[in-house]
């Protein structure tokens, strides 16, 4: 159980472009995910946290226009990189928690790697 | 400032050779910390919650502990495929609000076989 998925897992585009990162929940419903960003060698950083049916709450320093949350539905959040640039460029992972399972433990995706050229 | 400290930065370890990995915080009110493992290139695999000083959790080679201040992942006789960065994480206990994770910088553990 607690199995959370991303898709895609690597994406390499050109600057400019908008992405978009899928994070699915496949065997629980999940009301809160959270996304997050790591750089080479550095922890995760935490970047928002999605919220089903309302909007995303931002961490200070990420810029809400840019980094495009949608959580739709109980087991669907995503996030596109809008206007995406180099400095973009990072290991991005997703989380849910489960609600059947321990306290607020969170069980992560297995990450999408964007390259912003 | 809740703030999580994890030692050492990486750790080598002989095939069979025990050790702990230490997890130091500063919260304002702990309602939860957690262990996770993570390899290279993909996202933290659970471990461990811990909830309440004295608490103590195993899972066949790995044994999570939590004090007031800190929390030891020990691994007992590690193996090669234990080879990971190990992560801490706690959650505080704000009013009403978030399940936000402040994670630590991790552990890098390399298993020599």
């Known amino acids: 159980g607690a199995v959370v998925s991303q898709h895609p897992s690597r994406v390499i585009c050109k600057s400019g472009t908008s992405v978009k990162i899928e994070c699915r929940s496949l065997?629980?419903?999940?009301?809160?995910m959270f996304w997050y960003r790591q750089f080479p060698k550095q922890s995760l950083m935490l970047m928002a946290t999605?919220?089903?049916?309302?909007?995303?709450?931002?961490e200070q320093g990420v810029e809400k226009d840019k980094f495009l949350i949608n959580h739709a539905s109980l087991t669907l959040s995503t996030l596109t990189v809008t206007s995406a640039h180099p400095e973009d460029s990072s290991f991005y992972i997703c989380?849910?928690?489960?609600?059947?399972?321990?306290?607020?433990?969170?069980?992560f995706g297995p990450g999408t790697r964007l390259t912003v050229l | 400032e809740d703030q999580v400290t994890q030692s050492p930065e990486a750790l080598r370890l002989q095939e069979g050779e025990s050790s702990s990995l230490n997890c130091s915080y500063t919260v304002s009110g702990l309602r939860g910390l957690f262990w996770y493992r993570q390899d290279p290139g993909k996202g933290p695999e659970f471990l461990f919650t811990?909830?309440?000083a004295g608490e103590e959790k195993e899972k066949e080679r790995l044994k999570a502990t939590l004090t007031k201040k800190e929390s030891f992942l020990h691994i007992t006789a590690p193996k090669p495929e234990d080879s990971a960065t190990y992560l801490c994480?706690?959650?505080?206990?704000?009013?009403?609000?978030?399940?936000?994770?402040?994670f630590g910088t991790g552990t890098l553990l390399a298993v020599q076989p």
């Open positions: 994480a706690v959650q505080a206990r704000y009013g009403g609000a978030t399940n936000k994770l402040i």
């Open positions: 989380s849910a928690r489960d609600p059947r399972g321990e306290g607020d433990t969170q069980y």
């Open positions: 999605s919220n089903e049916g309302s909007k995303a709450t931002y």
């Open positions: 065997d629980f419903q999940a009301t809160t």
């Open positions: 811990l909830y309440s």
